[in-house]
C-alpha cells in the first residue's frame, strides 16, 4: 500500500480527487463548516452520509433522545425545562415537593454530567434520583387531567427548526423513535401541542400508571435512566424488529448514554451520531469528539441535523 503513495502519477490524483470530494460535500452541506461543529474524523462522516444517502430514506431509522436533545437546554439565556421540570408548577405539587424536587437536581444533576466520574458511578446515584422523584409525584397524586395545562403554562420549547426535522421524517416515512428518561406522557404533550406527534412517531419513555380516578399511582415498567438505555432498548425487541429492513441509523443525543440508545437495532449497516453538547462544554468536549461523530457545541437549533437528513433523503444527482 505505502508504494501507491510514492508513485507520483497515482498519488497527485488520488489527492486531487479527495480534496474534490471534500469540498464537495462541504458545498452541498454548508452548515457542518459552522463553528459550533466539531468532527473527530471527517472523511467517515462524509462516508456514511454519502452512503446513508445512496441507501435512501427506506433505508433508514431516526433514534433520538428527547430532553435537551429535541428540547432546548436554553432560551434567552434562561435554562428551559426538562420534562421532570414542567411538572414543577402549583397546579400539581405542592411548595414542599416543588422544593425538593429542586434540591435533588441541584444534587444529582452535577453527577449526571461530571466528565471525571465513570458511568459505573453514577449509575446508583441516577437510580436513587428518578426513583425519589417518581416516589414524590406519585405521594402528590399527580392529575391526568392537568397535564395537559401544566405544559402549556411551563417555558419548554423544542429546538429551532423542530418542524422541519418531523415534518420531513414524516412526509418520507422514517421512522422517529423518540427514547427518552424523562415522563412519556409529559413528551407526547409537548409534541402534540406543538403540532409534530406525526404517526411515525414512537415513544420509549417512563409512563405515568394512573389509576380509575385518573391520579398518578405509580410508573409502568422498567425505570430508565439516563444511563440505562441499552437495557431499555433491548426491553423493545419488537419495535427494533419491524424496523429490521432499516439497517442505516441517524442518532441524536446530548448525553454520552445516549449512545447506547441504538443498541436494540437488529441489523446495522451505516450509523450516524450526532451529539448536543450543551453544558460544562469544556470539561467534557474531549470526551464528546470521541465518542460523537459530530458534536453541536452550544448550538439550539435543528439546522445540522434538518441538512444531513434533507441530503440523505434527497435522491443523488444522476
Ligand atoms: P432524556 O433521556 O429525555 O434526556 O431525559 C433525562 C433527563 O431528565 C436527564 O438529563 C436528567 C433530567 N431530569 C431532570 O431534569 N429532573 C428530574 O427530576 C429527573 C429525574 C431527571
Ligand atoms: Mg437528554
Redesign the pocket.
Known sequence: MKMIYHIPWIYLPVRTALAIWHQLTKSEIPELAKASVLIRDRSRVEETIQAMQRAGPDALQVIS?????LSRFAHNGKRCP????ILDNDLLINDASKKM?RE??NRY?PI?IDATRTVEEKLPHMVE??TS?HELLIQQKIRRDLLAQAVKQSSAMLREGYKVFFDRLQEQQVPLLI????LGDI?EEVIRQNHVFHPNVHVI?NYMDFDQSGVLRAFKGQL???FN?REGALLHAAHFRELQERPNVLLLG??LG?LTMADGVVHTQHTLTIGFLNDQVEERKESYVNSYDIVLVKDESMDVPNAILNYITTAPAK
Open positions: 433522545d428527547f430532553d435537551m436533545t426538562t420534562t421532570h421540570n424536587i435533588l437536581l444533576y449526571e434520583w428518578w422523584v427514547f427518552s428518561a424523562g413528551l419513555s430508565i435512566h439516563t438505555k446530548d448525553s445516549d
